[in-house]
């Protein structure tokens, strides 16, 4: 068996060309052009890339996309009264600030500066807590692209077992509320399944267990090939949303997933690739996010 790859740089691609038409008979409505602005603190290479990536896929769709840029001596003080700003202008629709902030700072006051209907991150405890309520809601992006490339995929997920390894409250914990979500509720993001979460105090012969019986694995810890051939249910479904740097044997550096990808595609049903599967559906997401957000604020201006 050869899995089905899960493309999810194409996938993307897809996504973003309906957003672009969807904005551009949103202005021609009379609307202006959904708006954007992405704050970033300090000087981390990968955290100007993923930025810069953002702001083009913004601007390919019709998002009036900026960078606010600050150094990392910025307080937080400095930083919550900036976020409050961009809250109270009429002008700006969507606010993320990119992750992680310095140390100095706490994330969770941070993300909750951010006013939620502009809130594209998803990560204000409102947002956090409509979406385990199953209301309609600013979904965290990548978790967003993860139950999207099921939609979009066709995943049969009713009743099926999914486990999802990693708990952080961006990632892991709104794919498992998702999944096990009854699709009948108002936010229409039920997936109807069943539900196993693990993390990294899960004893490996525990982990092996629930993934041997796993229709779907959605894996989310940063570990390098922790999902094995063994471990994985023939025909199963594999979203990897890990990414690591690493230096192989010749010394040269790549981007791995959690999966190792050669051994267990032969074994899957379907299998996401690192780079090009959950990575650029994020993106993706995130600008389903700003529309979503700028017709929001509209509705309740009129």
């Known amino acids: 068996m050869t899995a089905q790859v899960l493309d999810g740089k194409a996938l993307a691609k897809e996504i973003k060309e309906e957003l672009k038409l969807k904005i551009q008979n949103w202005i021609s409505l009379g609307h202006r052009a959904p708006s954007l602005r992405c704050i970033i603190v300090g000087d981390d290479p990968a955290s100007h890339t993923y930025v810069k990536n953002k702001v083009e896929a913004a601007k390919y769709v019709g998002i009036d996309a900026k960078t606010i840029k600050y150094e990392d001596t910025l307080t937080e003080e400095e930083l919550i009264k900036a976020i409050e700003e961009l809250n109270a202008d009429a002008s700006v629709d969507g606010i993320l600030v990119q992750l992680p902030v310095p140390e100095t700072m706490s994330e969770r ?56 390894i990693g708990r952080s409250k961006n990632v892991g914990m709104p794919i498992a509320m998702m999944l096990h979500s009854d699709n009948r509720h108002d936010s229409g993001l039920g997936m109807d399944a069943t539900v196993t979460i693990c993390h990294r105090y899960t004893p490996k012969e525990k982990l092996d267990f629930y993934c041997r019986n796993a229709d779907i694995i959605i894996t989310a810890t940063g570990i390098p090939s922790l999902i094995k051939a063994d471990m994985v249910r023939p025909g199963a479904t594999i979203i990897d949303v890990g990414i690591t740097r ?57």
């Open 246 to 302: 690493i230096t192989d044997e010749n010394g040269k550096t790549k981007l791995v997933g959690d999966v190792d990808y050669n051994e267990v595609s032969k074994i899957a049903g379907a299998l996401t690739p690192v780079p090009g599967g959950v990575g650029p559906m994020t993106v993706a997401m995130l600008m389903h996010n700003t529309f979503q957000a700028a017709r929001t604020l509209r509705e309740n201006t009129n």
């Open 109 to 164: 006051k941070v993300c909750n500066a951010v006013t939620p209907k502009k809130d594209v991150d998803g990560f204000h405890i409102i947002n956090v807590g409509q979406l385990c309520l199953d209301m309609p809601t600013i979904v965290p992006a990548t978790a967003l692209a993860v139950i999207e490339m099921l939609k979009r995929f066709k995943i049969d997920t009713f009743g099926r077992n999914a486990v999802v």
